[in-house]
């Protein structure tokens, strides 16, 4: 591929990064070759094809650390009452009316609306949960295929469980386990291994999957205390917390990515923190299932770096900055904590740790040429000292008009290119009608 410069109107590196107006980046295959002033790039690369971002704010594009694809099909379903619980939630409607339910077809549809929904609101790499029990075997081959036409960055993982007996449960095992060996090492697509909770898998299951990732080198996830529901019978069943239970079996380490962490005391945090856990914080579904507020200011605190993710909820990453930077301020009465600036690197650098692709979140020479541009008209002036305060609060998805993963372009002046996305659409429309039994 040969190479281009991407002529920015100002350009936001990192979290960490000043503003620099008049700044672009230059990218040589995969990755970002020169970061920098444009008429320096323009000079030093004079061959290289331009792509005019001249009214737009450089940024990486953020990362969905934690995100269920299928998840749109069950937007807005009405379900006559709401739940009266997190666990209502789950047995009396996702699991039977939702998750069970779902086949091929149906996870294809979503899953190629999900991807062009989040170019379309900037994000440029995810780390997908398909919850299915009854569509394993093939079901990530199945994602593969779509994922790879659409162009994004993805892991993807089934969700393993004993809820429907052992046996489905070691099928996802198994699923993801030769999924992830079999994209190892690629940069662009690749596996995870996955479990759900303390309350559906056992000591034997859990010490099982975490052996055969460790064997993979592949990582892996689960949903760990959503809400007071999971701690409350780790106590009653074994008593303890569920950081202290899955501590006790050697689960926790480096690649270990624990997503949720709402009903967490502040012993379990510092447990997670001495071991090097991966988190994802998810700000939005967390209120929509009445779980409570994740004690994230308390894990930033003991050096935890949790990044942010839309749990398939809402898919926008403007949106679920917002809930982040918002929700805390409210619940701990101070207008201090969650500063944008963290919010942003949440979204971006600790994101992309916490999913395993740290080449990414930050735009440097070497790292992946993974990057959007934001529409730079903002109403007050952009200053270094507003920048992440603008971003996050007064844009939103629809404001993003360049999307650049892997040095290729997915979106340009506000157009998808890899995703049609009336034809997505009409097709997931069609597979939800179908999920729900509606004509
Ligand atoms: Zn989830």
Not at 57 to 75: D, K, Q, R, T
Not at 175 to 181: Q, T, Y
Not at 409 to 427: I, N, S
Request: charged content about 20%; proline content about 5%; some cysteine.
């Amino acid at each position: 591929m040969a190479k281009r410069f991407v002529r920015g109107g100002a350009l936001l590196a990192s979290a960490e990064a000043s503003l620099n107006w008049d700044w672009g980046v230059v990218i040589d295959g995969s990755l970002l070759a020169a970061v920098g002033p444009n008429d320096e790039l323009r000079a030093a690369h004079p061959d290289a094809e331009v792509i005019d971002a001249s009214g737009l704010l450089l940024i990486p594009g953020f990362v969905n650390a934690h995100m269920h694809s299928y998840g749109l099909l069950a937007h807005g379903i009405p379900v006559g009452a709401a739940p009266a619980g997190f666990y209502e939630f789950l047995s009396d409607f996702w699991w039977p009316r939702v998750e069970d339910r779902l086949d091929h077809a149906m996870i294809a549809a979503a899953f190629r609306l999900a991807c062009g929904m989040m170019i379309r609101a900037g994000f440029t790499s995810f780390c997908d949960v398909l919850e299915a029990p009854n569509a394993a075997p093939d079901a990530l081959e199945v994602e593969r295929e779509v994922l790879e036409e659409t162009g994004l960055r993805g892991i993807l993982s089934i969700e393993a469980s004993e809820r429907l007996g052992t046996k489905l449960g070691e099928k996802a095992v198994s699923e993801n386990a030769e999924f992830a060996e079999k994209h190892a090492g690629d940069q662009l697509i690749c596996g995870m291994m996955c479990i759900h909770t303390s309350f559906t898998c056992s000591e034997g299951f859990v010490k099982r999957a975490k052996e055969i990732a460790d064997e993979l080198k592949c990582g892996i996830q689960l949903h760990l205390s959503e809400s007071q529901y999971e701690p409350e019978l780790s106590l009653k069943r074994y008593g303890l917390r569920p950081v202290e239970w899955y501590d006790q079996l050697g689960f926790w380490d480096s690649s270990v990515l624990a997503s949720q962490g709402v009903a967490l005391d502040p012993e379990e945090i510092e447990i997670l923190a001495a071991r090097g856990v991966r988190l994802a914080h998810m700000p939005l579904s967390n209120c929509e299932v009445g779980g409570g507020i994740a004690p994230v200011p308390e894990m930033i605190a003991t050096g935890l770096r949790p990044g942010l993710g839309t749990d398939g909820y809402i898919n926008d990453p403007f949106e679920v900055m917002r809930g982040a930077f918002l929700i805390h301020k409210g619940a701990l009465r101070d207008p201090r904590v969650m500063p944008a600036k963290t919010v942003f690197a949440m979204a971006t650098s600790w994101g992309a740790e916490a999913i395993g692709i740290s080449a990414a979140g930050k735009l440097a020479p070497g790292m992946l040429a993974d990057l959007i541009g934001i529409d730079l008209s903002f109403i007050t002036p952009l200053t270094e000292g507003n920048v992440f305060d603008q971003v996050i609060l007064y844009r939103s998805g629809n404001d993003v008009r360049l999307s650049i993963v892997n040095g290729a372009l997915l979106m340009k002046d506000g157009e998808l290119l890899t995703v049609d996305m009336e034809q997505a659409r009409r097709a997931a429309a069609a597979q939800a009608r179908r999920l729900w039994n509606m004509r």
